[in-house]
């Protein structure tokens, strides 16, 4: 979710008030994932580098979540969303942290959209935890060194429980990651846009899809294979 800041600076106002306006943004993506059977959506709401950005700035999106979360929980969990947060928690007041933990349970039974907050979160830092929980299990004696592979790393990652994401989609005009989801995004599309975030419309995440379908995945494959698996049918046994 990026260009916030420059949505403001174009309007003359405060940066603050650019985030209040992807605020909005945020509750459009919801509903079009919501309207068109998408299972699941990670938004990236604050990096592990958004820390350092100025101090007046960072209370303005600390108090932005907790209004969010003190007015939006309730809707989500009548619509079936259920709300996770990634990242690393102990950073952020107690307060967001009780919001996140009560967020989470309440609406931990709902199954319609999984909806991933990424906030104070890095990909590099994700996969750091991953290797620390590794060595935690060798020390423990539960695992052998030999026995670690990418599977053993990647279900301890973020999100290990999810299929990894099948888009990516960035506004803003920047082509980068920017230390998203490092691991999980291996084999992901990626789509960017011109478009700065509170300006973000149904169109466009429409065009992302269309432009989503047309890409051929071929995961390190050729072409020719990737066709024939389309084109068997499921209830043929292997060639
Ligand atoms: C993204 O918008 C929101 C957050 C990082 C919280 P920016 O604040 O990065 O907006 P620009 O990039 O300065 O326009
Ligand atoms: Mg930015």
């Excluded at 998203?180 to 419309?201: D, I, N, R």
Aim: proline fraction near 4%; glycine fraction near 10%; aromatic fraction near 8%.
């Amino acid at each position: 979710m990026d260009g916030n800041g420059r949505w403001a600076a174009r309007r003359k106002r405060p940066r603050a008030i650019g985030h209040r306006a992807g605020a909005r943004t945020v509750n459009l993506v919801i509903d079009f994932c919501l309207d068109r059977g998408i299972g699941a959506l990670t938004l990236f709401a604050f990096s592990s580098e958004n820390w350092g950005r100025p101090e007046d700035e960072v209370g303005a999106l600390m108090k932005l979540f907790v209004g969010a979360l003190d007015r939006e929980v309730g809707e989500l969990h009548r619509r079936g969303v259920r709300l996770r947060f990634i990242g690393e928690r102990g950073r952020f007041s107690s307060a967001i942290r009780e919001r996140m933990a009560a967020a989470e349970a309440r609406t931990a039974g709902n199954t319609r959209l999984m909806l991933n907050v990424a906030a104070s979160y890095g990909g590099r830092q994700d996969i750091a935890m991953a290797a620390r929980a590794l060595a935690q299990d060798v020390a423990a004696g539960r695992l052998d060194p030999a026995d670690i592979d990418e599977a053993a790393l990647g279900a301890r990652v973020a999100l290990a429980d999810l299929p990894a994401p099948d888009l990516f989609i960035r506004t803003g005009g920047d082509l980068r990651v920017s230390n998203f989801l490092l691991w999980q995004l291996a084999y992901t599309e990626l789509w960017f846009t011109e478009t700065l975030w509170p300006e973000l419309g149904v169109e466009e995440l429409e065009q992302a899809l269309r432009v989503y379908a047309s890409r051929e995945r071929r995961f390190g494959l050729t072409g020719e294979q990737i066709a024939g698996a389309h084109a068997a049918s499921p209830t043929e046994g292997p060639p």
